[in-house]
């Protein structure tokens, strides 16, 4: 709260007059005549100029006061949705239970409402400090083990991709090998901003990720990004083609696979709405890399579930985000939990790449120490 008023009073100073920041209306108002900042680019809405977030993004360089404004939304949000929201959702038992849906997420992926405790956020100090309020009983510990970079582990083995695919063969930092293939230099001679494009373009790829975008989100200019994403796709061709091809195969049957099996039927890639086609075609090749994952995930849930009841290792598996599981355990049972849940973890699915899993243990799900492997 002391940060959200110390940036209301800049946001109001950086403006010149005072308004209601969280009123798209009058933030629009202020931005686009009070200051004139410039609206090329900037989408309208039926009221105006729009003052999204990808819109406000376009002005980063522009002015101050859109990083600020970045900031005070982003707290304003923790302190809404979790901060405010969290203590009052405690149980009787004292503590916090949510609902996991099987069939709203379209990938098949599990999601959690009332509330979500599948967007707690970790990428900030305040978001992290946020996930410090999970705390384990007297006498426990949590455990959280996650599937490192699955997702593009499953687009080397999908698309067939030749680099990536011995990039996780032989153990690599896969966006540093990215950086050095594209910039080919040594991998010991990439540097920080270097691996970052690299990264950006590694995960934003299946996203559709287009040079603006990643000149956005990595400092890169327009034609850097563009000459960056053309030599990309010249290593990693199998990548292009994966992306196309599955485009062509929605459209001729109608729907695309997991690797096991499991089907989403895209009827709107047939409607010759151009914007409906086009997202049909994004989901189209998303969904068999984020629905492998989804049936990956649940498999090794239920393959951690059968050995902790077979065993009877006093371990509770309390939630499921995305690519990492997090357990509650007797402190003494840590070590040898830790060590079989990556073990079940890891052998759920044979791949032509490895599936790694990082463990992590602590007394709260913010100060989380890993386990190493072997111990």
Do not use: C
């Not at 999204?52 to 002005?59: V, Y």
């Not at 404004?69 to 009787?92: F, G, H, I, N, W």
């Not at 077979?310 to 690519?323: A, G, I, N, Y």
């Not at 599981?325 to 849940?341: M, N, Q, S, T, Y």
Request: proline letters at 4%; glycine letters at 6%.
């Amino acid at each position: 709260k002391t940060r959200i008023d110390e940036l209301t009073i800049t946001i109001h100073g950086a403006a010149g007059t005072d308004f209601n920041i969280n009123s798209p209306s009058q933030l629009a108002e202020i931005l686009f005549e009070t200051m004139k900042l410039p609206t090329k680019g900037i989408k309208k809405t039926k009221s105006g100029f729009s003052t999204a977030a990808p819109e406000l993004e376009k002005l980063w360089e522009v002015h101050e006061i859109i990083p600020l404004l970045s900031e005070y939304r982003e707290l304003t949000k923790l302190q809404s949705t979790y901060v405010e929201a969290l203590p009052k959702l405690v149980a009787k038992d004292g503590r916090v239970h949510t609902t996991y849906n099987q069939t709203v997420a379209a990938t098949g992926r599990l999601s959690s409402t009332d509330p979500n405790l599948q967007n707690i956020p970790i990428k900030t100090e305040l978001g992290r400090s946020i996930r410090k309020a999970f705390v384990a009983p007297k006498g426990k510990r949590l455990i959280a083990a996650d599937y490192s970079q699955i997702e593009l582990r499953l687009v080397a083995v999908i698309a067939h991709d030749k680099p990536f695919i011995q990039a996780f063969q032989t153990g690599a930092d896969v966006h540093t090998r990215t950086a050095a293939e594209v910039w080919e230099v040594a991998e010991d001679q990439v540097t920080k901003d270097q691996r970052r494009a690299a990264k950006a373009i590694n995960f934003g790829i299946i996203y559709g990720m287009g040079p603006r975008s990643l000149s956005r989100s990595t400092g890169l200019s327009l034609s850097q990004a563009k000459d960056f994403i053309d030599r990309y796709f010249h290593i990693h061709h199998a990548v292009r083609e994966y992306l196309d091809s599955t485009k062509i195969l929605a459209h001729t049957q109608g729907y695309v696979e997991t690797l096991f099996g499991r089907r989403r039927y895209l009827p709107e890639i047939q409607s010759g709405v151009p914007m409906l086609v086009a997202s049909a075609e994004r989901m189209a090749v998303n969904m068999p890399i984020q629905g492998t994952q989804a049936d990956i995930v649940k498999m090794a849930m239920l393959h951690v579930d059968g050995w902790l009841k077979k065993s009877q290792w006093p371990v509770k598996m309390l939630l499921q985000v995305h690519d990492e599981l997090v357990f509650e355990v007797d402190r003494d049972a840590v070590e040898i939990v830790a060590r079989g849940i990556r073990e079940m973890m890891e052998s759920v699915a044979s791949f032509e790449v490895p599936l790694v899993v990082d463990v992590e243990v602590g007394k709260n799900w913010g100060e989380m120490v890993g386990v190493e492997r072997g111990s």
